[in-house]
């Protein structure tokens, strides 16, 4: 029943910011962001739950930043100091319950994704 929908994915230069959104149609409790490189497992970046309780890793903890606007149902990904090796297929997650950690297979719906591409 959620539908999640990202937007604002482009070709930026290295060094620069970029912000993404996820639109949600449904609402669900914890909402994430995950990203897919070229030839990579899919990785969590960053959950937020309806509380606020941010759950980020490790390797983007300094430059994404996470945010989430109740009334819309929306989240946005912050993204700053980019750098080539960010280019990805940034993708929106929900669970229905609590958040969970960052693994995909935790997550319920999907969002189909938004082509981030950092030029040197």
């Known amino acids: 029943q959620v539908r999640l929908t990202e937007i604002g994915g482009t070709t930026v230069k290295s060094g620069g910011s970029l912000r993404l959104s996820c639109e949600a149609s449904?609402?669900?409790?914890?909402m994430g962001w995950f990203r897919q490189r070229s030839g990579e497992e899919r990785e969590g970046i960053v959950t937020?739950?309806?509380?606020?309780?941010?759950d980020d890793a490790d390797d983007f903890r300094d430059r994404f930043t996470v945010s989430r606007e109740i009334a819309s149902k929306s989240i946005y990904l912050q993204m700053n100091s980019l750098k080539v090796d960010d280019t990805a297929i940034y993708y929106c997650?929900?669970?229905?319950?609590?958040?969970?950690?960052?693994?995909?297979?935790?997550?319920?719906?999907w969002g189909q994704g938004t082509q981030v591409t950092v030029s040197s």
């Open positions: 997650a929900g669970r229905l319950g609590s958040c969970d950690g960052l693994l995909p297979e935790s997550y319920n719906f």
């Open positions: 937020i739950g309806g509380n606020g309780i941010v």
């Open positions: 449904g609402y669900a409790f914890c």
